[in-house]
């Protein structure tokens, strides 16, 4: 198993930093290895990032990381996983859950032995949990739709919510899917902060186009280039909005002090800089 580690950042930090030392701080490439979970730590709200491809054989276990100190995963945790491709079955505790691609399934505080099996790659987040809820798995047609944008601005999108206020019940993880329709490429545009929440994005879909991927203060905004399958961590201070050259998916997941989906600070574009 291997862990990579994303230490908190200061936003004046963040103005100096290289191009390659802003990767080493915020991206995870690389997540999705076969046979066995890789998985990043990032210090801000304390989020567990993973991801797994199973190819058919044994049932994979998702075990505790060494750099959570318990003695199974979701002791004192809860988790969600996100079906990126192909079927998989997860079995949480004997029960058996069967996940397609943009399915999730949620797995709460207490959850003592969860294994993967199938044909098929899952992206996990998990985050701090206090008390116990409920397992449930959404499918993507059934979850809570919103189409906004326009084909005119490039940003004709539908928002998923998966867990959040008003769908599956969690402690602090709120997580959703937005997915571009053909002809459009912005993301999260006109962009925000929210500063009692931590955000980590996946970027799915992108095949062998790279996404510019723009975070940090509004008024210092740095990029970032993405290909397919990366993970970036948007730091409570920094905006994050990305446009690619073709439409893709990505996986939306927060942590923090409230599940309110609309607790941001909206950033006017003109402002940018």
Not at 99 to 117: C, F, H, I, K
Not at 226 to 233: E, G
Request: net charge negative.
């Amino acid at each position: 198993m291997s862990v990579t580690r994303l230490w908190s950042t200061h936003p004046d930090d963040a103005r100096r930093l290289t191009g390659d030392e802003l990767r080493e701080r915020f991206v995870l490439p690389g997540l999705f290895t076969e046979g066995a979970p890789s998985w990043g730590y990032a210090h801000d709200d304390r989020l567990l990032v993973g991801g797994l491809t199973v190819a058919g054989g044994d049932p994979v276990a998702l075990t505790a990381p060494e750099e959570i100190a318990a003695g199974y995963l979701l002791e004192r945790r809860e988790l969600a996983v996100v079906g990126l491709a192909g079927a998989v079955t997860v079995v949480a505790d004997g029960e058996t859950f069967g996940v397609g691609p943009q399915d999730v399934l949620y797995l709460p505080l207490g959850t003592r032995n969860v294994a993967v099996s199938g044909t098929g790659t899952v992206y996990l987040v998990s985050a701090p949990a206090h008390r116990r809820t409920a397992a449930a798995l959404a499918s993507r047609d059934d979850v809570e739709a919103l189409v906004l944008g326009s084909a005119e601005q490039s940003n004709h999108r539908t928002i998923r919510k998966y867990v959040h206020a008003d769908g599956i019940e969690s402690n602090q993880l709120v997580l959703g899917i937005t997915t571009l329709e053909p002809g459009s490429v912005w993301n999260t545009m006109p962009p925000h902060t929210h500063s009692r929440r931590t955000e980590v994005y996946l970027y799915d879909g992108l095949g062998t186009d790279v996404a510019v991927h723009l975070m940090g203060e509004p008024e210092a905004t740095r990029q970032l280039l993405l290909h397919d399958r990366d993970v970036v961590v948007a730091p409570p201070w920094s905006i994050h909005c990305a446009s690619a050259t073709s439409a893709y998916s990505f996986v939306w997941a927060m942590a923090g002090e409230n599940l309110d989906y609309g607790d941001v600070v909206a950033v006017d574009p003109a402002t940018l800089r």
